[in-house]
């Protein structure tokens, strides 16, 4: 039938260069999905790069304001990057859990993971509610507008994903490991780790190179 | 500022009475006639009965092919509302010298930013992705794109980008800022009002959206094709999708970056881009235009697609030079991102930074050069039938030359001094978008409309559209071009120079033969509608098309293929058909199978529901309304992830029933063909 129909070895390779492989077809779902959402978080990236950059043009703009070395608090940073990176290690655990059906070390490992996120948003919380009552809001100059952007964008990031992780258990509990859970899951995780990626950027460009200055 | 806020400013933020504008008759007549027109549509809808078939058959729809039409549908009738923008701009300039005009200052500067805003946003880019998402998948044999639901969240979030930016004419005003607008006329201090805040959260909503479309399309080019389409093997246009669509998906973040910045900066006294406090101007700028100028050719890239199918097709020939348009796109692709600062050479980068990005600038036109040569290489020795699409895709190549030539031009940093924010920059890039991606829409709308709706267009209208929109458009736009050297400014309310006014009575004409052609377009739909038995095509290859999307019915069934077809070299339909003839018409019997399709949902009405309504409360500051809206959001996403059932399976009898229709067709063409 036309669908079909063949036009001869001649057209498969047009150019002689001698080999041809044979695209084999529409890609199974899990890898679009996870291609698709590989995607997504490049784009995401590249909207970081931008508050990146406004940070980075913007960092000696002070106003008369405090810079940078005056404000940041290293311990309170260091418990913020253990907490994440930690997170992504029982995030990690969630996600292998959910590969081989694990209920109990699913919740156990998410739950863990809930509750570093938490801990991470509680600490940066309060390092800007501090900063906004000492007189040092986002608005007082170009420098901590860039700051609380880039490093509450983050946090807001963060904030998206417990909501989205609360989401995934209450899901699992629901319907189980689905397929399409599953998938969901593995998106959430990608997200998760892709955050502490962005984690390190801010770390080392925000207060490892502006605390020392 | 109160310290403590009235129950009404809690209720309703900012807004009140004043907000309708009472006082401007233009906007609340023309606002009413619309609200009027929709309403007796919908009341049309109700009566009728066609509500079900609406919500069941369209507004819920997942389906490429509708999600594509809509698409279409929502940029069409944008056109209508940016092209009556420049009607009345046009004749504001004809008549506003030494005078007022017709047009108060803060109205007019509303016109030209809103003006801009649709046609880029609502008319250009909704135009582009229907036509991708239409045409797309069928051209790579499968049966639908990556994320169906996300795609009709997409359509509905630019609906709702749309939505507000028109409601702007009635409720508030629109911004008086340009369509970038560029701070600090931009920021809280120099526009108070609600116009930019509409301008950006329409802007933020329908940019969700766009990226979602760029993210599905990407994946769907790269991971669902049909078994043996190599990337080599790709029709053109899936090509210079997946180059637009990569694009967005890079380019898109920016804007939206940006744009937050700059809401930041009005709604929470952010420093960005303010005068004071260390803010930097020039970075909204850079920013901007890192998304601004691939924008221009995340809109052209496809057109160049379309043009490429075109030509192709009415030439009867393969495309000539493949490969080397292959690598024209994806050189376009990279290069567009490294040419942003030719928008502001006269911002104080200094000489060698423009000579460099002047130089990077002129170098883009070589790939786009290698294109045109394509094209009329492609053409040279054909069979030239000069259908509607086909004349559509000549005047292009005519236009679009002088368009790009204009571009080096202003790409030379000591001529754009001069150019810079003229007229003759109007022309220009006028010269490109509509020469360019106007065209190509509508020559692929000539073109698929066949493919999607199982009839073809009246030839007679549609050649008479073509011939008043290309005269019409020169008359309007050349004398914008010596306007320009003469020295006229853009976005001018009004002027005492004399020798400008004969060139904006001719533009004002040109406006006049233009706007026949609209009319024409439309006559031709009425017409081709009303003789529809008369048009149709029944086999699904009305044009003698070369690409896969021509080797199933029109309109495709849902499935679009009942298999996925195989395909072994370039042109892969073209050859199915010589083999079809070749093989003297054996065909063995396939056996049909089920097809799962993913089903409809209202996950995106919903959800843009609950955007627009977010939208309107953060422009009026109505802040119990954004968290309503945003919870709305979502328990729709959690509803759509509760579902157990996704998918719907069509029983192989029902898909051999529907098949079996066209390839009977098919094969009387063939056999028609083979006698011959
Ligand atoms: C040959 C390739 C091209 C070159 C070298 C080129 C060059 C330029 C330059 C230098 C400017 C800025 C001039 C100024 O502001 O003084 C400009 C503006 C513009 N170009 Fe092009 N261009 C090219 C093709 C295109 C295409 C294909 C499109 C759209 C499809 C396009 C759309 C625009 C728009 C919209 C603007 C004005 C934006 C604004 O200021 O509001 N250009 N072009
Ligand atoms: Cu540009």
């Known amino acids: ?213 | 500022m109160q310290a403590v806020p009235t129950l009404e400013a809690l209720m309703l933020g900012k807004l009140d009475w004043s907000a309708i504008p009472f006082d401007q008759p233009i906007p609340l007549i023309a606002g009413g006639v619309v609200l009027v027109a929709i309403l007796a549509v919908l009341i049309w809808v109700v009566v009728k009965g066609h509500l079900p078939y609406l919500w069941h058959e369209w507004i819920t729809s997942v389906d490429h092919k509708r999600i594509g039409v809509m698409y279409i549908l929502l940029a069409s009738v944008m056109l209508l509302r940016g092209g009556s923008d420049a009607i009345m701009m046009r004749i504001q300039q004809a008549i506003a010298y030494q005078s007022q005009g017709y047009l108060p200052p803060e109205h007019y500067n509303q016109i030209f930013s809103a003006h801009g805003t649709i046609m880029i946003f609502f008319v250009a880019m909704p135009f582009v992705i229907g036509l991708m998402n239409l045409v797309v998948p069928l051209q790579l044999g499968v049966r639908d794109v990556a994320f169906p639901t996300l795609n009709s969240v997409g359509f509905w979030l630019t609906a709702t980008g749309a939505l507000l930016v028109n409601l702007s004419l009635v409720i508030g005003e629109f911004a008086r800022t340009g369509w970038l607008a560029f701070p600090p006329l931009s920021e809280l201090s120099y526009s108070p009002g609600v116009g930019v805040d509409y301008y950006a959260w329409s802007l933020q909503i329908s940019g969700v959206g766009t990226l979602v479309a760029g993210i599905n399309l990407v994946t769907t080019v790269l991971k669902l094709r049909t078994k043996g389409m190599n990337y080599l093997r790709m029709p053109m246009f899936c090509w210079t999708t997946l180059a637009s669509n990569l694009l967005i998906v890079a380019a898109f973040p920016i804007l939206t970056a940006t744009l937050a910045m700059l809401l930041l900066d009005r709604y929470l006294g952010f420093h960005f881009f303010t005068n004071e406090a260390g803010g930097n101007v020039m970075m909204f700028m850079n920013l901007i235009w890192a998304w601004g100028h691939p924008e221009v050719y995340i809109l052209v890239l496809p057109a160049f697609g379309i043009f490429s199918e075109v030509v192709s097709t009415f030439s009867g020939k393969a495309l000539f030079g493949y490969r080397s348009m292959v690598l024209a796109t994806m050189a376009i692709c990279v290069i567009s991102f490294m040419v942003w600062l030719h928008h502001f050479f006269t911002m104080g980068a200094g000489p060698d930074v423009n000579a460099i990005f002047g130089i990077a600038s002129m170098i883009i036109a070589v790939p786009t050069g290698v294109k045109i040569y394509n094209w009329l290489f492609t053409m040279y020795g054909g069979r030239i039938r000069f259908a509607t699409p086909m004349l559509w895709a000549v005047g292009f190549m005519v236009t679009f030359i002088i368009g790009g030539l204009t571009g080096v031009l202003v790409a030379v940093p000591p001529a754009d001094f001069m150019l810079h924010n003229s007229m003759f920059l109007v022309a220009h890039f006028h010269n490109v978008i509509i020469g360019g991606v106007l065209f190509g829409a509508f020559a692929g709308f000539e073109y698929w409309f066949p493919k999607a709706f199982g009839f073809r267009l009246d030839e007679r209208w549609g050649k008479l559209a073509f011939w008043f929109t290309f005269t019409g458009f020169w008359i309007t736009f050349v004398p914008l071009y010596a306007a320009g050297m003469l020295g006229m400014t853009r976005r001018l309310q009004h002027y005492n120079v004399a020798e400008w006014r004969p060139w904006m009575i001719v533009a004002a004409i040109g406006m006049a033969v233009l706007s026949i052609g609209v009319i024409c377009q439309i006559m031709q739909l009425v017409v081709s509608i009303r003789n529809r038995e008369a048009l149709r095509d029944r086999t699904g290859d009305p044009w003698d098309g070369r690409s896969l999307e021509w080797a199933t019915s029109s309109p495709p069934p849902v499935f679009n293929f009942a298999f996925h077809p195989d395909v072994r070299g370039e042109d892969a339909y073209w050859d199915m058909k010589i083999a079809a003839q070749q093989q003297s018409l054996e065909h063995d019997v396939p056996e049909y199978q089920d097809i799962e399709m993913p089903r409809n949902s209202p996950t995106g009405f919903v959800c843009a529901f609950f955007a627009t309504i977010m939208g309107f409360a953060l422009i009026w500051h109505i802040w119990w309304m954004v968290i309503l809206g945003g919870i709305g959001a979502f328990a729709t996403f959690v509803v759509f992830a509760w579902r157990d059932h996704d998918e719907y399976v069509i029983p192989a009898a029902e898909v051999a029933a529907i098949d079996r229709v066209n390839l009977e067709e098919r094969r009387s063409l063939v056999s028609m063909a083979g006698a011959i």
């Open chain 1, 1 to 213: 039938m036309s669908m079909t129909a063949t036009a001869g070895r001649a057209h498969a390779d047009p150019h002689h260069i001698g080999l041809v492989i044979e695209h084999p077809g529409p890609a199974p779902k899990r890898t679009v999905t996870a291609y698709g959402f590989w995607v997504f978080l490049l784009s995401d990236i590249v909207m970081f790069s931008c508050f990146f950059a406004a940070y980075a043009v913007l960092v000696n703009q002070t106003a008369d304001g405090p810079k940078g070395s005056e404000i940041f608090e290293q311990r309170n940073v260091a418990i913020e990057t253990v907490c994440l990176l930690l997170s992504s290690f029982t995030c990690g655990m969630a996600s292998i859990a959910a590969d081989v059906r694990n209920r109990f070390w699913f919740y156990l490992g998410m739950a863990v993971t809930c509750v570093l996120g938490l801990i991470f948003l509680a600490i940066e919380f309060r390092e800007f509610a501090d900063l906004v009552s000492r007189g040092y809001g986002p608005s007082r100059s170009a420098f901590l507008s860039a700051f609380f952007s880039l490093v509450g964008c983050h946090g807001l990031h963060v904030s998206a994903g417990v909501l989205w992780l609360l989401t995934m258990m209450a899901q699992v509990f629901a319907k189980g490991f689905r397929a399409d859970v599953l998938r969901r899951m593995m998106c959430f995780a990608l997200f998760w780790h892709a955050l502490d990626i962005i984690w390190v950027g801010v770390f080392s460009v925000v207060y490892l190179l502006g605390g020392g200055a």
